[in-house]
């Protein structure tokens, strides 16, 4: 799937700026694409190597799993291929609770920390997705987000009335994706095993 | 309700950084060793990344730099229009799972066009908080362990992303009426 979302992407962006004349943007393009993604993993070093220092001292004493005994009703039923007490649980439950407050760069390391620990418990091809891994991105991608702090700053610098009124239906928007995310991660998990 | 979420924001990370380390003491760990023993790990995964990152990012950029992305946006508008669905936000919608900074950047330039309480302002403002850059969190946690094969997901996160869509226009018809 991606393979063909990649190579459709490079071919026809390729052909459509031949088309329109002007070609010698896909080389610009391409050369700022890759600083952009150099320049991200760099800054990314930084907040990373912090939370990842953070989180080891949470694991040590005792706290990740605290939490992830305190959601285990729920986590049983999104992850039943992981581990009770397992040290992936307790980083995803923090991704997720850091996403829901809204704490962007604080949830992408505790991210990356769950899926080194479901890599751990991946019995299969090491570069093929696990089903947990699938359902984590699924929620992840989807998750509820309390306060989108980015955009309501926007909306009080250019004078909004009620910056924060779009709360309610982000909640809402956000509320519906989660649900048809789990949905579909179940769906095509089983239309994925059955077709093999 | 939002004074106490967005306070409990402001103090999540202070109290964090004030309660780990100190419980942590308290049951006997050997705070600053193990912090670094954790932190250790942190340029690898940072720099593991960065060929998915590229690879994603630099197909994204042509694609976007080229004009495809203007085409899909002139073929898709009419349609669109006709389900209460304005052709101005749809620029967004398409660039919202391919990148958070570009989808930002369109958000931004819609609400100064157009007033941040206008319906359109409104509706990006909905799109842009409810959803997420689908591809760069694929690329980046996939990426960070080495996963290249991603089975169905790309297709769950799109559909979440497509319903997220549907739903910000539908709520934001029922609340703030059509401009």
């Known amino acids: 799937m991606v393979n063909y979302i990649w190579l459709g992407m490079m071919v026809i962006g390729v052909l459509v700026a031949a088309v329109n004349g002007h070609v010698e943007v896909v080389t610009k393009a391409a050369l700022e694409g890759a600083q ?11 907040i990373i ?39 992936a649980m307790g980083a995803i439950v923090m991704n997720l609770s850091a996403n829901i407050l809204g704490l962007g760069n ?40 309390l306060i989108p702090t980015t955009i309501i700053g926007i909306r009080l610098i250019y004078g909004s009335a009620d910056p924060t009124e779009i709360v309610g239906t982000t909640i809402f928007a956000t509320a519906a994706g989660m649900t048809v995310a789990v949905f579909m991660d179940r769906l095509m998990r089983y239309l994925y095993y059955r077709g093999r | 309700m939002f004074g106490v979420v967005s306070d409990l924001s402001r103090w999540a990370i202070p109290v964090v950084l ?46 976007r730099a080229s004009g495809a992305l203007d085409m ?33 950047g369109i958000a931004t330039d819609i609400i100064k066009t157009h007033g ?14 409810s959803s997420d850059t689908t591809f760069y969190v694929l690329t980046l946690y996939f990426g960070s362990v080495g996963i290249s094969k991603y089975r169905y997901s790309i297709i769950s996160g799109l559909s979440a992303d497509f319903t997220t ?8 018809h029922k609340l703030f009426g059509p401009a």
């Open chain 1, 36 to 46: 952009v993604a150099v320049k991200t993993a760099i800054d990314l070093i930084a």
């Open chain 1, 49 to 87: 190597t912090f939370w990842l220092g953070i989180m080891k001292l949470a694991e040590a004493a005792g706290l990740v799993r605290v939490l992830s005994r305190l959601v285990q009703p729920i986590t049983r039923f999104l992850f039943p291929s992981v581990p009770k007490d397992h040290p």
């Open chain 1, 106 to 145: 604080a949830s992408t390391p505790m991210g990356l920390i769950a899926m080194q620990e479901l890599q751990k418990l991946n019995r299969g091809d090491p570069k093929e997705a696990t089903d947990a891994m699938c359902t984590f991105l699924a929620l992840n991608t989807s998750c509820i987000t």
């Open chain 2, 165 to 172: 869509l549907v739903a910000s226009v539908y709520v934001a």
């Open chain 2, 116 to 129: 941040p309480d206008s319906f359109i302002g409104r509706l990006v403002s909905t799109m842009q908080g």
């Open chain 2, 18 to 63: 004030l309660l780990v380390p100190l419980i942590a003491m308290i049951r006997g760990v050997n705070v600053f060793e193990k912090f670094v023993e954790g932190a250790e790990d942190g340029f690898a995964t940072a720099i593991k990344t960065i060929p998915f990152l590229v690879a994603m990012l630099v197909a994204i950029s042509i694609f």
């Open chain 2, 72 to 104: 899909v946006v002139g073929i898709l508008s009419p349609v669109l229009n006709r389900v209460g669905f304005p052709a101005e936000v749809l620029p967004h919608a398409i660039m919202r799972p391919l990148s958070g900074g570009a989808s930002l």
